[in-house]
C-alpha cells in the first residue's frame, strides 16, 4: 500500500523523486522519505505525516545526487513517525532500502539479527532486510548476491528497491508475491523505478512489470531481469497510452470531484471500439472469447472488495437476467477461506481499479489452483489482476487518483452490462432485437450522467441540510441494492458519518427501530421494477418520523410529494440505472466532507490500493 519511485541517470534525482511520490501519495501518507545518493554517500530525509513535511525538510536542508529512491508509507509495523519512515539505512549506512509488503517472519529475523549484534534504529519491518543485506555482503562484497540471499530469506509478498554506497552504478528492484507492483520505466541514458505508473509516467511510456519472484539491476544505460534464483530473463517492454494530465488535479478542488466530473468522458472511453451500434454488437477482444467456450460456462463467480464488489453485485444480476448463466457475488477477502466450489466450467472474474487488491489476487489465485477459468475488469494497465488472467476488460477511465473510487466503479457497471450482451449473444440466448435494444440503450449513458453531474448544486444543498448527522441509512432494491451499499460506503469513508446499507425489504424486519428524526433515510426509488414497494418503504420511514431524502426520476411528483428532498436523476433503462443513481450520491458524500472541512482525497487511515490482506 507504500508508493515507491526511484531514479538513476544524470538529472538531480530529488525533483524526480518528490514529483513522483506526490502522484502516489494516494497509496499511503503516514510518513515520507528518500535517500540520494551524494559525494559517495547516502543521504537520507524522511518525515512524518504528508509529503509536505517532507519537502519542507528538504527546503530546510537540501540535498541531491544522480540516484535515489523515495517512498510513502502506509504504515504496518511500527507507528506512523520520522524514525519508522522510509528509507532505512544499514547500520553501517552503506546500503538503503525501500518496502512495500509485510516481512512475515520478522519477529525471528529481527532475533536472529540482534543476536549476531547488529542494532535497530526503528520498529519496522523492513529494518530486517536492510540488515540482512548488510550482514550477507560481509561474506560475498557484492550487493546483487547480498539481495538475492536475502530475498531467499523473506516470508510474505514484497516490492523492494536497494542500493548501496559501494555499487553506485545500479538500483535492485525486486518483486515477490503481491504486496503491489514493481514497474521499471525506460528512459535514455537514465532509468526509473515505481511501485506504480503514474510517479514515472511524465518521464517515460517503456514500461517493464516485474512478475512475482523476479528482480531487475537498474544501471543508467541498461536493465536486467533475472529470477531471483539468478537465471536471466528477456524483459518485455510495453507501452501505455495513459495521459499524464489526467493525472493532474486541474481546475477541481480535489481528484475526487475532478473523477466524478470525468465520468461523462471515462464512459465514453470505457464504450469506445466495443459497441457496434449498427449490428447491435459488442466486442470485448482482450476477453479471447470464442462461442464454444462461452457455451462451456456453467457459473460465474464475480470477485472483489469494497466499492468493486457492489459493482460485482449489480453484474451478478445483468448476468443472469441478460445472459441466464448462474452468478454469485463472493467478497475477495472471504474467497479462499470459503473453500468455494470452482471447477473448470467456473469462471471467475475479478473487478478491480488497482489490480493489486492483495485479496482480490489471492482470490483470483486460489480459483486458478481449482481449475477456474479466470477473467478480470480492470483499470490499471498493465497490473497483476490484467496479467494473471485468461482474459480482460479494461476499464479505459485512466488513473483514479482519490481514494474513494468513483468513475472506476460507473465503468465496470458498463463493462458488465457490455459482457453479459457479448455472453448471451455468443451463447444464442438472445433474440437480434432484444440484443439491438440493450446495446442501443448503451447510447444514452454518456449523456445521462452529464445530466446528473449539471444538477451538482442542487446536491450540495440537500448536503447542507446532512452535513452534521452522525448516522443515515442507504435503502434500495433490486439491481439499485447495491448501489444504496456504494452510497453508504463513499459516505463512510470520506466523511467519516457512520452509514449503513439495507436492502430495502430488509427493513421491517429489524432496522426499522433505528428510525427517527434523527436518522436520516436516503431512497433510491427511480421508476425501476421495485418502484412501487420502495415507495412503501419511503411511506414506512416518514410515519416514523425520518427525514428522507430519495433519488427519484425526473418529474416523479409521487416521490417528490412524500419526501423531504429529491435528488434528481433522468430517466434511464433499469439496467443501466445503477451507472447513474450512484452519481448524486458521490456528489453528495463528496460536499458533505467538503462542509465538513475534511481531507477528501485522503481520508484517515486509507489507501488507494490495499496490497495487504
Ligand atoms: C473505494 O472507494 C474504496 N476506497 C475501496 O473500497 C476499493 O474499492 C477497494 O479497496 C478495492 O480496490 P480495487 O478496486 O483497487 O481492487
Known amino acids: 500500500m507504500c508508493g515507491i519511485v526511484g531514479y538513476i541517470g544524470e538529472k538531480n534525482a530529488t525533483p524526480i523523486i518528490l514529483n513522483g511520490l506526490k502522484k502516489l501519495e494516494y497509496r499511503g501518507?503516514?510518513?515520507?522519505?528518500?535517500?540520494?545518493?551524494?559525494?559517495?554517500?547516502?543521504e537520507v530525509r524522511r518525515d512524518a505525516g504528508k509529503l509536505k513535511n517532507l519537502e519542507q525538510l528538504i527546503m530546510e536542508m537540501p540535498v541531491s545526487g544522480k540516484m535515489g529512491i523515495g517512498h510513502t508509507r502506509w504504515a504496518t509495523h511500527g507507528e506512523p513517525?520520522?524514525?519508522?519512515?522510509?528509507?532505512h539505512l544499514s547500520s553501517s549506512g552503506e546500503v538503503v532500502v525501500v518496502h512495500n509488503g509485510i516481512v512475515e517472519n520478522f519477529i525471528e529475523l529481527k532475533e536472529e539479527l540482534l543476536a549476531d549484534g547488529l542494532k535497530f534504529q526503528s520498529d519496522t519491518d523492513t529494518e530486517t532486510i536492510v540488515l540482512l543485506v548488510e550482514k550477507y555482503l560481509k561474506g560475498v562484497n557484492d550487493l546483487e548476491t547480498a539481495v538475492r540471499k536475502t530475498l531467499e530469506r523473506l516470508k510474505g509478498a514484497h516490492g523492494i528497491v536497494v542500493f548501496s554506497a559501494k555499487e553506485p552504478d545500479k538500483i535492485i528492484a525486486a518483486r515477490i508475491g503481491n504486496a503491489g507492483g514493481v514497474v521499471i520505466g525506460l528512459g535514455e541514458g537514465e532509468n526509473y523505478i515505481a511501485s506504480d505508473i503514474p510517479a514515472i509516467l511524465e518521464h517515460t511510456r517503456k514500461l517493464i512489470f516485474l512478475e512475482s519472484r523476479q528482480m531487475a539491476i537498474v544501471t543508467k544505460e541498461k536493465i536486467e531481469v533475472s529470477t531471483i534464483e539468478g537465471k536471466p530473463l528477456a524483459p518485455q517492454i510495453s507501452s501505455v497510452a495513459w495521459d499524464p494530465i489526467s493525472a493532474e488535479k486541474g481546475e477541481y478542488r480535489h481528484f475526487m470531484q475532478k473523477e466524478i466530473h470525468e465520468q461523462v468522458r471515462s464512459l465514453t472511453d470505457t464504450l469506445a471500439g466495443r459497441v457496434d451500434f449498427e449490428e447491435g454488437r459488442i466486442r470485448?477482444?482482450?476477453?479471447?472469447?470464442?462461442?464454444?467456450?462461452?457455451?462451456?460456462?456453467?457459473?460465474?463467480?464475480?470477485?472483489?472488495?469494497?466499492?468493486?464488489?457492489?459493482?460485482?453485485?449489480?453484474?451478478?444480476?445483468?448476468?443472469?437476467?441478460?445472459?441466464?448463466?448462474?452468478?454469485?457475488?463472493?467478497?475477495?477477502?472471504?474467497?479462499?477461506?470459503?473453500d468455494p466450489i470452482v471447477d473448470e466450467k467456473t469462471t471467475v472474474l475479478a473487478i478491480s481499479q488497482s489490480g493489486e487488491t492483495a485479496d482480490t489476487l489471492a482470490a483470483m489465485e486460489e480459483a486458478r489452483k481449482k481449475g477456474a477459468k479466470l477473467w478480470s475488469i480492470v483499470n490499471a494497465i498493465g497490473s497483476q489482476a490484467m496479467r494473471i488472467a485468461d482474459g480482460y476488460i479494461s476499464m479505459q477511465t485512466g488513473p483514479e487518483i482519490g481514494v474513494a473510487s468513483t468513475k472506476a466503479f460507473t465503468a465496470p457497471l458498463v463493462d458488465l452490462y457490455m459482457l453479459a450482451i457479448l455472453l448471451a449473444d455468443l451463447r444464442g440466448t438472445i433474440t437480434p432485437e432484444y440484443r439491438k435494444q440493450l446495446v442501443d440503450d448503451l447510447r444514452l449513458v454518456p449523456e445521462l450522467a452529464g445530466r446528473c453531474l449539471d444538477r451538482e448544486s442542487e446536491v450540495e444543498e440537500t448536503a447542507r441540510l446532512l452535513k452534521d448527522t452522525r448516522d443515515m441509512l442507504f435503502l434500495g432494491r433490486g439491481i439499485n441494492m447495491p448501489i444504496a451499499f456504494e452510497g453508504a460506503l463513499k459516505l463512510k469513508e470520506i466523511s467519516y458519518i457512520h452509514a449503513e446499507a439495507y436492502a430495502a425489504g430488509e427493513m421491517k424486519h429489524g432496522p426499522i427501530a433505528l428510525i427517527d428524526k434523527d436518522m436520516p433515510v436516503l431512497a433510491i426509488a427511480i421508476k425501476d421494477p421495485w418502484y412501487e414497494k420502495m415507495i412503501s418503504q419511503i411511506e414506512q420511514a416518514k410515519a416514523r418520523g425520518g427525514i428522507v431524502v430519495a433519488v427519484a426520476t425526473e418529474g416523479d411528483e409521487r416521490v417528490a410529494s412524500l419526501v423531504d428532498r429529491v435528488l434528481w436523476v433522468p430517466e434511464v433503462p433499469w439496467m443501466l440505472s445503477p451507472v447513474i443513481t450512484v452519481i448524486p450520491l458521490q456528489i453528495l458524500a463528496y460536499h458533505i466532507a467538503s462542509l465538513r472541512g475534511l481531507d477528501i482525497d485522503q481520508p484517515r487511515n486509507l489507501a488507494k490500493s490495499v496490497t495487504v490482506e
Open 29 to 42: 501518507y503516514d510518513s515520507a522519505g528518500l535517500a540520494v545518493l551524494t559525494n559517495g554517500h547516502i
Open 81 to 87: 513517525t520520522a524514525r519508522n519512515a522510509h528509507p
Open 284 to 338: 470485448l477482444p482482450q476477453l479471447n472469447l470464442t462461442a464454444e467456450q462461452a457455451n462451456d460456462i456453467q457459473k460465474i463467480i464475480l470477485t472483489a472488495c469494497g466499492t468493486a464488489s457492489y459493482a460485482g453485485m449489480v453484474g451478478r444480476i445483468l448476468i443472469e437476467r441478460i445472459a441466464r448463466i448462474p452468478a454469485m457475488l463472493e467478497i475477495a477477502s472471504e474467497f479462499r477461506y470459503s
